[in-house]
C-alpha cells in the first residue's frame, strides 16, 4: 500500500470521526507470525519421507548417509518456507485465523485503543498474507453493536483480499463503519479525538 493510499485512508478516518464520538485505528500487518514451528513441522516430516522415496526408485543409502540425506532435505525445506509465500499456502486457515486474532488484541491494547474516556473505539487489522482482517471493539461499541455486524464486515472483505486489493477493501469496510457510528454514535459535545489516525504498519 503506497502514501497516497494510507493518506486517503487516514482522511477517510478523520471525516468518519468527525460525525461520531467514537473512533477507528487502522493497523497492517505484513503477516500475523513467523510460523515457525509449522515450519520445522512440516520440513521434518517432509525430510522423514525422502529416504523412503529415494527407496523407491531403487536407491539405497547407509545408516549415516541417510541420516546425512535427511538433514539435508530438512534444512533445503526449512530454507524454502522460510523464505517464500509457500507456507501461506499450506499452513491451515484456522491456524492464520488464530494468529491474526491474536495479534488484533495484542495490538489493541498496546496502541491504547481501550483507553479512551468514552470507550467507544474499535481496531481494524488488516493481515496481508493471510488475507484476513479482525475488527476489535471497545466495549461500550460492544453494547450496542452485536459480533454478527462486524462478522458480516469481515466476510465482505474476503474478496477484496482475495483479489490483493487491500485499499479498496479497507474503504469498503470504512463505510460500513461509517454507517454504524453515524447511526449509533454521533457526535457529540463532549466527542474529541484521542488516538492517531494514520495507518500503522508493522
Known sequence: MNKIDKENIKNRIKEIESKS?????CVISNSAD???????????LLALMMPFLLLLIGKRFNALAMSE???LFFAFFAFILEYSDIKYKIIPKYIKKHRCKKLAFYQFYKLKVNTTSN???ILILVCKKEKYIKI???SE??????????????KDFIPYAKSDNLYKGILHILDKVEQIYIKNFPKDELSKDELSNDVIEI
Open 21 to 25: 464520538s467514537a473512533e477507528i485505528v
Open 34 to 44: 513467523k510460523y515457525r514451528y509449522i515450519i520445522f513441522i512440516y520440513s521434518a
Open 69 to 71: 540425506i535427511e538433514l
Open 119 to 121: 470507550h467507544k473505539a
Open 136 to 138: 476489535v471493539v471497545d
Open 141 to 154: 461499541i460492544n453494547k450496542k453493536v452485536p459480533n454478527k455486524i462486524w462478522n458480516e464486515i469481515v
